[in-house]
């Protein structure tokens, strides 16, 4: 079934986005872990619709959680924990011609081919970005039990938006600013490059369009030699994570699609040992550059895990658009009801990284390095 993944901690999607309500079964968890509900909430909100920004969609829902199973006085019980998240601002009469006029840019099509017409088609169903809520607060709950045992910090950087490219590289930030930018809505290095993004995003949704971009995200204190290669490795499955996330059309790792250009003598890590290391074995390697991204034949160096995520523009827009009737048998005009997001990016930020926290621990716990008090899980 396509909605469940994992291996050792298995994740579950259910539900649709104008259905009673949306949710996440994540079955494998350790038992013992204390799981604070005010961090996931956060991060829920950071993600959740109807937000201030001129990029949110205007449909308001809380997103709050409701916890089925799997937690008895704040702790993971080890068995499987679900959540639900109720819908409560759902207009489905915005989508009534939806099964018979399809949207350009939508699952309409080929969710109606693979399901033979009986898929959900109100506000994009089980294909719904709305479902992301749920990876969510799975990512949450995942983040918060690495960090019971590791020195782990998750952020991101707004790379992009249309042609806008913010001036600076992310990776470099310091603790101070890497702070400023787990706290930001909008998180960029240049403020300046900031304003300019946001008025793209401003003019495309006056001019009834839409507009993409790219989140550049790293990863930092997670564990050298985790991955288990060919197909398990830690690129192919964080890729394969990032990749179940609604409007993403690509992903890589380190120098990516640039170190395609390079030399190999300049694009090779060179590893040496720091001067203030006390032992000289695996363990102790460092490198001088990162153009691998912290993941090299599949496994985990030790070094920042930078990955970079393209989002195309979001498919709904309030423009004309040619389509078809499938009634008629003809070509039509089409204009997309509903309210939108003229651009993703800025709430898909909590949506990757909880993706990446998840698909981490199910590494960990697979490779049997959770560790709780000095002992392996």
């Known amino acids: 079934m396509g909605s469940v993944t994992g291996r050792s901690l298995k994740l579950s999607l259910y539900g649709e986005s104008h259905g009673v309500g949306i949710g996440v079964v994540i079955d494998g968890l350790p038992s013992g872990y204390h799981i604070d509900m005010d961090p996931v909430i956060k991060s829920m909100k950071r993600r959740a619709p109807g ?53 350009p840019g939508h699952a309409d099509i080929t969710g109606n081919l693979r399901y033979s017409g009986y898929s959900d088609p109100r506000g994009g169903g089980h294909f719904s970005g709305r479902l992301t809520a749920g990876m969510v607060f799975a990512g949450a709950v995942c983040e918060q039990i690495l960090k019971s045992s590791l020195p782990l910090i998750i952020y991101s950087q707004i790379r992009s938006i249309g042609k806008v490219i913010d001036i600076g590289d992310a990776e470099y930030a310091d603790d101070m600013l890497i702070m400023e930018l787990m706290g930001s809505e909008f998180p960029v290095m240049d403020r300046d490059s900031g304003e300019k993004m946001r ?50 059309k690509g992903v890589e790792f380190g120098s990516g699609f640039a170190g395609s250009a390079l030399m190999g003598s300049q694009n090779n890590d060179v590893p040496f040992y720091p ?21 090299q034949g599949g496994i985990t160096n030790g070094m920042p895990i930078v990955i970079r995520t393209a989002f195309r523009p979001t498919a709904s827009i309030g423009r004309e658009q040619m389509s078809v009737d499938v009634v008629k048998g003809a070509e039509t005009q089409l204009k997309v009801t509903g309210r939108h997001d003229p651009c ?27 560790k709780r008090k000095g002992i392996s899980i």
């Open 344 to 370: 993703i990016v800025p709430r898909a930020i909590p949506v990757i990284e909880a993706v990446c926290a998840y698909k981490l621990l199910d590494h960990l716990i697979t490779s049997g390095q959770l």
């Open 199 to 248: 008025k793209v995003i401003a003019d495309a949704a006056a001019e009834g369009d839409s507009v993409g971009g790219v989140i550049s995200t790293f990863i930092k204190g997670f564990p050298s030699g985790i991955g288990d290669p060919v197909f398990e490795g830690m690129e192919s499955g964080l890729a394969s994570a990032i990749f179940s996330v609604p409007g993403v």
């Open 275 to 295: 001067e203030d290391c006390e032992n000289h074995g695996y363990k102790d390697i460092s490198y001088k550059t990162n153009n691998s991204g912290g993941i």
């Open 51 to 103: 937000g201030s920004g001129v990029w949110a969609t205007k449909r308001k829902e809380e997103d709050i959680p409701e916890i089925m199973s799997g937690i008895w006085n704040g702790y993971t019980t080890g068995t499987p924990l679900c959540a639900m998240i109720r819908n409560t601002d759902t207009r489905s009469s915005d989508y009534s011609d939806a099964l018979r006029i399809p949207r």
